[in-house]
Nanobody
């Protein structure tokens, strides 16, 4: 199982970024896939999680209406489109996978992680 994030960078407040998570070694549809972020001095928090098999979809309240999770099964890639970015969105963003049906987007549930990509939003 391998997950590799990309697409992070420096952006001004109000801007957009699209993060990508290239996966290998497993089937996206069978897994719960999540995007998490960790700001300095804070715990890793769930941003968005989804699962194709039953339509499970979660967004943190802080990103609802601004972020969208999606996937391309043919490319085995998961995306996080981030619009209207705010300085508080700054952090390292990780994608993760879990071969289980969980009804939450909670980092300790996930076993497989990417290395992360840094997002910095300037005010």
């Amino acid at each position: 199982v391998q997950l590799v994030e990309s697409g992070g960078g420096l952006v001004q407040a109000g801007g957009s970024l699209r993060l990508s998570c290239a996966t290998s070694g497993f089937t996206l549809e069978d897994h719960t896939i999540g995007w998490f972020r960790q700001a300095p001095g804070k715990e890793r928090e769930g941003v968005s999680c989804s699962r194709s098999s039953d339509g499970f979809l979660y967004y943190a309240d802080s990103v609802k209406g601004r972020f969208t999770i999606s996937k391309d099964d043919a490319k085995n890639t998961v995306y996080l489109q981030m619009n209207s970015l705010k300085p508080e969105d700054t952090g390292i963003y990780y994608c993760a996978a879990l071969f289980a049906r969980v009804g939450r987007c909670y980092a300790p549930d996930f076993f497989s992680w990417g290395q992360g990509t840094r997002v910095t939003v300037s005010s």
